[in-house]
């Protein structure tokens, strides 16, 4: 057998967490991590460390905080460490050149789609969004740009009616974590191999904000359906009613044609207060709401809410 590899982790969020994870449970040896500063968090915004570096703080794993790596001796402390190899997920640093050829075999990044689509940060909340069928990692060696390295390995997996971004992020962020064992082992063993990407093919996740969450009733109930999957747990869609907001968990498109009465209706009119769910028409075709969050209230089914407050919910009712 090869021998194990000496591995520097960068990464910050749960997802990155969870590949950490793994390694942890293989015969390399993860030597250092670095992860974002402690950020504020919470209702009493106090100073909270990253999941990455409670997980190797659990592990007495040697923690480095950079703001970025600009500072010398911040490339000379990565440098020193003599790794094998860097291991980069979610970190939330674009990487300089002198950082990507410190280790010996340089860095890899463990990306959740299948690139070259959905390069960028949110890739698994674009992929929902936009209807994508399939999704998965990419294992790539990483150069100078944004996730245009050469590809080590891919994992598909497909996307289902009822996934959301939460869902997809849990599931691939378990593929990633088996899939960086089986990558890790070819680059040990020397048999890995690099596929370019098609950068003809390639699509840009841009970062999500809270704005985008706002629902724009003039779309597609299919399109409506697809942000409220994607956008849940966060930023979460949202839309207007007699003045509040309201905060959409979860819903559904209709598959039956709208009839012709819908199709002539304003979109965002309230068309029909079911028992357990609320049928809002669209700029093609009814969404129906099935999970809300009055404002001040924790989220609930819409059967809770109707049996509660549903003097809100008149027909003719116009979300904006």
Known sequence: ??????????????????????????????????????????????????????????????????????????????????????????????????????????????????????????????????????????????????????????????IAADDTGGSLHDRLADMGGKAILDTLEQIADGSATLEPQDNSLATYAHKLSKEEGRLDWSRSAFELNNLVRAFNPWPVAHTELNGNTLRVWRSQALEQPAPPAVEDTIPGTLLAVNKDSLDVATGSGVLRLLELQLPGAKRLPVADILNARADWFALGARFL
């Open 1 to 158: 057998m090869s021998e194990p590899l000496n591995i520097v982790f960068a990464g910050t969020p749960d997802f990155a967490a969870t590949v950490l994870q793994s390694i942890l449970g293989s015969r390399h040896r993860v030597i250092a991590c670095y992860t974002q500063p402690d950020r504020p968090a919470g209702r009493g915004r106090k100073l909270t460390p990253s999941p990455v570096k409670a997980l190797a703080q659990e592990q007495d794993i040697a923690v480095y905080q950079p703001l970025n790596f600009k500072a010398e001796p911040d490339r000379a402390q990565l440098a020193a460490l003599n790794a094998d190899l860097m291991v980069v997920v979610a970190y939330g640093l674009i990487l300089p050149r002198a950082v990507l050829e410190a280790p010996r075999l340089g860095c890899i990044n463990v990306h959740a789609s299948l690139l070259p689509r959905w390069r960028g940060a949110a890739p698994i909340q674009r992929a929902i969004a936009a209807g994508d069928t399939e999704s998965g990692v990419t294992i790539m060696q990483m150069d100078v740009g944004l996730d245009t390295g050469a590809m080590l390995l891919k994992a598909c997996t497909p």
